[in-house]
């Protein structure tokens, strides 16, 4: 079975501080995923990787920061918290081609104070 | 910016009924279409996956793609309190970014 975990269940963290989420997935999956998810206007791409050191933007990268040095491991990086991202981050992982189907970790809840 | 729209719902339907769900986006040279669900608190999981226009059925699920019309639905035959839940459609081009709606809540009533 494929598995994408995500480190960090729940954080809570003060504005202004730097916040890293970081994901590992285990089945040497080309694409990685970042993406929150709000009441009423469901999963929004943050950014995706499709390659070590590639990235590329998604929807809404403003205020976030990406990272992938190695193949498994994607790390979402908030440089300076805010209130308005608090939310649910949801880390995804995926084989090439773009048929395949994208796997979640169980989720990052986040709390911005 | 590439859009995927669902009707939010609440969609309520009676067990045994069938659960119709509709989606359609906006990128014409989106190649690859899925239904996820996802319970409360839960991340979403993989109902179906569609590539070709027509339908395609598993089970009690039937994923129907109209790419002329940019349209993806799904339909849930005998539906059970079980399938309560929130129904997001993905939309995925080549370039295999992954877009998902807003999702649509669904319940299923004794």
């Known amino acids: 079975d494929v598995k994408v975990t995500q480190s960090s269940r729940y954080l809570v963290k003060r504005t202004g501080e730097k916040v890293f989420l970081e994901c590992v997935q285990d089945m040497d999956h080309e694409n990685m995923f970042w993406y929150r998810q709000d009441p009423g206007l469901g999963l929004r791409l943050i950014y995706f990787?499709?390659?070590?050191?590639?990235?590329e933007k998604g929807d809404i990268p403003e205020g976030y920061s990406v990272s992938r040095e190695k193949k498994e491991r994607f790390s979402l990086i908030l440089e300076s918290a805010s209130t308005n991202q608090t939310s649910m981050y949801l880390c995804?992982?995926?084989?090439?081609?773009?048929?395949?189907?994208?796997?979640f970790g169980e989720g990052s809840w986040l709390t911005v104070v | 910016q590439k859009e995927v729209e669902q009707n939010s719902g609440p969609l309520s339907v009676p067990e045994g009924a069938i659960a119709s769900l509709n989606c359609t986006y906006s990128?014409?040279?989106?190649?690859?279409f899925f239904w996820y669900r996802q319970y409360s608190g839960k991340s979403p999981e993989l109902i179906m996956s569609i590539y070709s226009n027509g339908d395609k059925e598993d089970g009690r699920f039937t994923a129907q793609l109209n790419k002329a019309s940019q349209y993806v639905s799904l339909l849930i035959r005998d539906s059970q309190p079980s399938d309560s839940a929130t129904y997001l459609c993905a939309v995925r081009s080549n370039n295999n970014d992954m877009r998902f709606g807003a999702g649509t809540r669904l319940t299923v009533k004794p």
């Open positions: 990787s499709y390659d070590v050191k590639m990235k």
């Open positions: 995804a992982s995926s084989s090439q081609p773009s048929k395949n189907t994208i796997y």
């Open positions: 990128d014409r040279v989106s190649q690859s």
